[in-house]
């Protein structure tokens, strides 16, 4: 199959690329770096022109309000040219939970963008992951002084990119799913825990302060970022942290 990877270049794309590649897939990844506009459409239509199947793992440059405008464009322009270029299969990655958290700008754009693929005239899957291992960083980042990291006990259950990837891969060689396939990591843990056990394997000597209030994830009630019937990934977070 040839399956043209847009945003084939960042942290998932790249291994998407290299995964479909492996298993003998004319793989090729598109970004602006290689002259590929989603939002002004330059590009695109040699970018997915003859491809069986087109993977967005595009994603916006804020987490704002601003997300909903950059989702309805990028997919508005995507779209238009896949169809245009013939192409049958057309796969976007998302978020578990996100229908469910509307007070959250991404998460409402993540939604829009789901309703945008399943609304338009390309056969579809939409893989939703939990939250990446690979960003637990940047979430301490965000709530963090000199002594404390300020983190809600907002239940998640991580995902290691390689895990999202190859699911991504696996569901775009597939057939169409004209729906959802939800993945997630094999362990459920409190943000506030998942903190402490970040900051003990890094040697980091801050203490992790529970706060309902701290943070994007603080608006988040219940469990509504795990799914227990979601396909489980086998890396472990411990396993990731060595």
Known sequence: MKIAVIGGTGLIGSQ??????????????HSKSTGVDII?????????????AVVNLTNSPTFDEASLAFFQTSMDNLLAAAQKGGVG??????????????ELDYYRAKVLQEKILA???????????????DFMDAVLSWTADADTVRLPATPIQPIASRDV???????A??????GIRNIAGPEVFPLDELGRITLSHKGDSRTVVTDPTAGMFAVVKGDVLTDKNARLAPTHYADWLS
Do not use: C
């Open 16 to 29: 998407v690329v290299k995964n479909l590649k492996a298993a003998g897939h004319e793989a090729v990844p």
């Open 40 to 52: 002004g459409g330059q590009g695109l239509d040699e970018a997915v022109a003859g491809a069986d």
């Open 89 to 102: 299969h057309f796969v976007i990655l998302s978020i578990v939970g996100a229908d469910q958290v509307p």
């Open 119 to 133: 609304a338009g005239p390309i056969p579809y899957s939409i893989v939703r992951a939990t939250q990446f291992m």
């Open 165 to 171: 990837a190859d699911a991504v891969a696996e569901v």
């Open 173 to 178: 060689a597939g057939a169409p799913l004209n």
